[in-house]
């Protein structure tokens, strides 16, 4: 059979994240399998490199399926863009070797984290960024993101409905970089653990604020304590920007 | 009376256009006044400095009102903040003199107009951009609207509904900026006619796309015939840009 490798951009604004639920066909992956199998009459699964969650984009989420279709790459992307929501884009489409799975094989994920930092809400970002009125300290935010590089047990920035074995991740890079009333947080990792991402910009965002100091990131990552981290940031915010592999 | 200038920004997409309708509420001037009409437990009339067609947004929409409120210009800005739907945000309130008046006194207004030039949509800009798959001539475009810029009778460009008594009207400048697939035209007047912006936009994109030669503008300018110019570009591109006085 062949193994077809999808990268795909989305607004997940509308939907209810990415994996398919019983209950609603209102998911990324529901919506791309069921264009899928129509497009080849067989009945298509999909490999996402992971979940994203409700309402949580993406610019390079990645996925890969089986298929005896006969149709070309290019007939597929053709195919995927007519039928696909407006919201759900398939970028690029290549044949990988048939061992290739999105998920096992993924060896680091970057997400980007998108905050309006000004007085009053922008209206067109509203669904794309997490709005912020009060200014935040970037310098402070930059010190604390330190702590958080490197390999850690992430125990602190999981949510406790992580079912994960081991909580050990390696951060090779946290950049917050500053475009006007925009601050990117673009946070490169080996994995994730469940909103790992969302409670690492929390908790910047706590030093941002100046309810915590930058040096409380380096305590609460060593006392494995949920509970002393920040609160999870907003999904609107939060892109999957790349998967490596 | 006091007399408040407003400065607002909106999304449009989900509205039915600047001006008050009988049969929805669904507008940005009713959603304004129902606002501004409980916070002065007066019935409040705003005066915009022009409407908006359904699915055109705004950076810098100017209106005005008069009340006999106590309340200051923060007061207000931030009551409309919390009671206006988050697509619509009051950015500016000023005190102005009893006889000032949006649309008479409005000496010049500015237009943006945003296009997305790539092979695929984009997902986040598919309401705030139009998209054109095939690369556009740029110089081909500046070219052409060098014939738009200056003072002529712009019956061609404008909308057969077009009620107003003389066609004439002064375009100051049309700067056609690409920054990377997103090309921004920003046309500058002192007037605009029925559509006629998005019928000047709608004739450049015929001459970015090869269809229409940068020279048959100035032809279709001295034929004052609609039917000769490019047809009506779409209006989620379109934004109110600023309104001069």
């Not at 949580?56 to 007939?75: C, D, I, P, R, Y």
């Not at 200014?135 to 602190?156: Q, V, Y």
């Not at 074995?165 to 090779?172: G, Q």
Request: proline share 2%; aromatic share 10%.
């Amino acid at each position: 059979m062949r193994n077809i490798k999808l990268t795909i951009q989305y607004d997940g604004s509308r939907y209810s994240g990415w994996q398919r639920l019983g209950h609603t066909d209102m998911t990324i992956q529901s919506k791309i399998e069921n264009v899928l199998s129509k497009m080849t009459s067989e009945k298509i699964e999909i490999i996402g490199s992971g979940r994203t969650d409700v309402g949580v984009h993406a610019l390079g989420q990645v996925a890969n399926f089986k298929t005896n279709s006969k149709m070309t790459t290019s007939e597929m992307i053709e195919y995927l863009y007519k039928y696909l929501p407006q919201d759900i884009v398939v970028t690029n489409i290549e044949e990988v070797e048939e061992r290739f799975h999105s998920r096992y094989n993924a060896s680091s994920k970057k997400y980007i984290y998108k905050i309006y930092n000004d007085i009053y809400l922008n209206p067109f970002l509203r669904k794309y960024t997490t709005h912020i009125s009060e200014k935040l300290d970037i310098d402070a935010m930059k010190k604390a993101s330190l702590f958080i590089i490197g390999e850690h047990d992430f125990t602190s920035f999981r949510s406790s409905k992580s079912k994960k074995k081991s909580n050990i991740r390696t951060i090779y890079s946290i950049d917050i970089i500053e475009k006007g009333n925009l601050i990117e947080i673009i946070v490169h990792g080996n994995g994730f653990l469940y909103n790992m991402v969302r409670i690492i910009v929390g908790t910047l965002l706590e030093v941002g604020l100046g309810n915590m100091e930058p040096e409380n990131v380096n305590y609460i990552l060593l006392s494995k304590d949920r509970k002393l981290a920040g609160p999870i940031a907003p999904a609107k915010g939060l892109y999957l920007l790349e998967v490596e592999y």
